[in-house]
């Protein structure tokens, strides 16, 4: 089923008359969107000294904090959607049997929501803020009644992966991101804004797949439920998702960029080897593309029935608007998707520490490799990184961001979240920005881990970790150093098979926990890892000058690594805090 379905050439005729192509290309072309709107200058400075940016779009000065007085919180929306739809349907799930959505209304759902809340209550748990229901589910109707229900009793919210294990689930009930209500209303509101013309409506239906435990595919919902709109839900595997499209038929959709990886790979493979529909493709692509850079959207121009119907329909057909977010996408394939699916595609950039995006590109902007605009719901000002060569004067550094959409803080860790958050509301993303002429951000590098000794030396440690992994001896390595200690130690968690052998082959024995605390283990560690740095061309000062073994390795579950199998330098520094003490004290 899944090659056939993006196979768009199997309608495309050998016999085609290239000449009647272009004679019927030239009739029905709709209006452009965005008109109105100056793509050349899509933000604006506000703050001269901090070279602060807010939307061009959106003429007051303070942040958009909603849209709609009828709805300011989460559990308003539905009530505000089931009035906007004069109560329509709301939430479906697939059915397989029949090949169609079990849709119920909003006052169907309403209705279990307030038992859902009620019954919480009834179980003997409290109202108010200081209750936390975890919700541990794929998407489904059940996922809103929990997640809503306990919204009706003013309950927090923890949305958990159903894909993480029980530590790393326990990890994160503890670590998590403070959002609040009014913060997720003013980025949907400022994203429906942004949206113009082309926002979600209550004719819209979305199909939901990505996880609910993203704050992206939360906001979208919830965009969804403030204008009336219906969403369903996936079947529960994403290797169906070809079939629920078929079923479903979505008009919006939220995806990260591998979904639309996927299908643009799959084009690609489909026509390989064959000249002649190489050749119709690159026509297709070059006269859609001309048409898009007028803002002209469509999908009933003579490419759109011959060449990409197949690619369409793949989809269900009728997707009108794609958002994609959580990742960068490549600007080849957003140039591909939107030519073939005539549809309105626009990017996001944001991080959960701001709820979800700051900024969004504007529906008619053509340009790719860029994330639009400020939302109107924040400011955003790039913040110099001298020891990485980018400064704010030349419209570069990182990007900082300001506004109701910026969190409360990490529960219960008030030492990360003064990191990220400054004193005076600035939120540090960690991510390195650059203003293009017309006035959106593109993302330009990742702010390294970087710090300075005490001589003056900066140290980028990811640099140096990925040098002593060469060392046959290291599994796992975490180096440290702060401004106020002129050297540099590590945490090495060892190859637990090289180690055992090296220990056979000495005479030493012990449990891992034992040889990791023997001094000519360590020895041998270390003169091995100095080997490497010094073939490597590690200068002096970014040798280590001590280590501490240890037996067990950083894992996602010990809530060492993230679920992208990052290191997480602040938590695996507190977790050794002792160790780390205790070597430079021995040194000083
Ligand atoms: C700025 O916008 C204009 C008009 O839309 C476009 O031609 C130009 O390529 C844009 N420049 C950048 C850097 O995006
Ligand atoms: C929704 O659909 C109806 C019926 O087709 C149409 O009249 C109306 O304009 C649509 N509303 C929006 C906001 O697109």
Redesign the pocket.
Known sequence: MESEWYNVWSVVSVTLSIIGVYSLMAFRKPKPIGEGIN??EQSVVTDNELLVRKSQIYERSDPLTHLFTDALTLDQVLSRGSKESVDGNCLGTINKKSNSVDWITYAQVLERINNFGNGLIHMGLKCGQNTFIGIYATNCVEYVFAEYGAYTQSMVVIPLYDTLGPNACRYIINKGVMLTHKGIISNICAVLYQMGDEATNKNDTMLSFLPLAHMFERCCQSAVFMVGGKTAFFSGDIKYLPEDMQIVKPTVLAVVPRVLTRVYDKCHSNIKGSKLKEWLLRKAIESKQSEI?RRIIRKNSIWDKIVFKKIRNGLGGKVRLIVCGAAPLSPNVLEFMRCALGCVIIEGYGQTECVCPCTLTLPG???T??VGPPLPCCSIRLESVPEMEYFASDGKGEICVKGPIVFKGYFKDAEKTSIVTQSDGWLKTGDIGQW???G?LRIIDRKKHIFKLSQGEYIAPEKIESVYSKSQFVAQIFVYGESFKSCLVAVVVPEVSVLTLWCRKNNIRGTLRDLCQNKDVKRAVMNDLLGVGKKEGLLGFEQLRDIYLHYEAFTIDNGLLTPTLKTKRIEIRNYFGRQLEDMYRSLD
Do not use: I
Request: proline share 8%; net charge negative; no cysteine.
């Open positions: 793509f050349d850079e902007d053509y340009e490799g860029h293009t002429p017309n959106t």
